[in-house]
């Protein structure tokens, strides 16, 4: 089994209260002992890859130790981030301690993704992009897009929005109501895509294609992009061969349990 990537999710919590997730009710994370010894193990393993998640991984104000430590270990160091903790000072110390991408979350233009994230994230998040751009590090930044009823038409506009920024990927995830255990059927209702618009949302993604390579922006591949299709659809997305993530990562939750080998 060849791993490449180390998926840790350092914590539960966030200081978001967004109405796809439950995350702000949960307190679990991981002690900071446990994610060195991971770490420890992910380079004797000659893993290439850290991805540091939550919840929200900002929180913690040992955040900068760990990236540092990731560092030592030789691991490329990802994280991802609402945005809305960033300031000039974050940004420094996430450089300085060796960070090497960041992915920040922005579900829409400014209506839609403050509808899904609480009021003003939207102009936060902004504003963070702007603060690694006046810096010149607008290369370690990345955005995701949750894909859901209520946003997929705005892709187009954030494709254009994060360009103005300097920022050159967009990652898109999908609406998952299995982060609700809330609400279930109401959520649903709002968020999950349903068949009579199944065909827009084929021509917005086949659209956004389009406009990101007009502007120099990567987005995941037309594969990916029928497979969001599919998944609205409830049609299977697992190749008939298997799933090949088990075999290429490994997961660390903050209730200290793992996934994978």
């Known amino acids: 089994m060849n791993i ?24 679990d994370m991981l002690a900071l002992d446990r994610i060195r010894l991971t770490l420890d193990s ?30 030592i270990c030789g691991l490329h160091t990802n994280m991802t981030t609402n945005g809305t903790l960033v300031d000039g000072s974050v940004v420094d110390k996430l450089y300085l301690a060796g960070l090497n991408n960041v992915s920040l979350s922005l579900d829409g233009t400014a209506e839609c993704n403050d509808f899904i994230r609480g009021s003003g994230v939207y102009d936060r998040v902004i504003q963070t ?21 209520v946003n997929y ?17 967009l990652n898109f995830n999908t609406f998952d109501p299995s982060y609700l255990s809330k609400g279930l059927e109401e959520k649903k209702e709002i968020f999950w895509i349903p068949e009579e618009e199944i065909k827009c949302l084929s021509v917005i993604l086949s659209q956004s294609m389009r406009i990101a390579v007009n ?41 200290s349990t793992a996934a994978g080998n």
């Open 215 to 255: 502007l120099g922006v990567t987005i995941p591949s037309a594969g990916y992009l029928k497979n969001i299709i599919r998944y609205f659809k409830g049609e299977p997305i697992i190749p008939q061969y298997g799933c090949q993530i088990p075999a290429t990562s490994t997961i660390v939750e903050a209730r």
């Open 153 to 169: 038409r705005t892709i187009p506009d954030v494709i254009a929005v994060i360009r103005k920024f300097g920022v050159r990927k």
């Open 42 to 71: 992910a380079k004797s393993k000659k893993i290439r890859q850290v991805y540091l998640t939550g919840g929200e991984p900002l929180i913690r104000e040992d955040i900068y130790d760990i990236i540092s430590y990731a560092r």
């Open 4 to 27: 490449k990537s180390l998926h840790i999710e350092l914590l539960k919590g966030c200081n978001l209260h967004c109405q796809t997730c439950d995350g702000p009710d949960q307190t």
């Open 129 to 149: 992009m702007e603060l690694f751009q006046s810096r010149k590090l607008s290369r370690m930044v990345s955005v995701l897009f949750t894909i859901s009823r």
